[in-house]
């Protein structure tokens, strides 16, 4: 999980359902790190904390300017429009099984 999210992130976070899939050892908290999505920097920090490499990388945000900020950092990047059905779609493009 590559986020902008604040410092409180950590005291909230777990009332969310989804937050089981990302542990605190797998979120990349801007307020940590001192760097905002889209810049470059964020990203590239992300994966060489992560031990990922881009070309192996998907970015999924709802922000256009957050994708285009992982695409100009080397990395594949697909926005989110809150429509499910069309995100699975654009994952089996990529080749990823739902």
Known sequence: LLT?????HREYWFRYPVSRY????????????KTLKPEQQFYDEAVK???LKKAECLFIDD???NAEGAVHAGIEAVV???????LIAKLKKYG???
């Open 49 to 51: 904390l992560f031990g």
């Open 63 to 65: 922000s256009v300017a």
């Open 22 to 33: 990302f542990p605190e050892e797998r979120i990349f908290r801007s307020a940590d790190r």
């Open 4 to 8: 902008n999210a604040g410092y409180r």
């Open 80 to 86: 989110f429009h809150n429509d499910t059905s069309e």
């Open 96 to 98: 990823i099984r739902i």
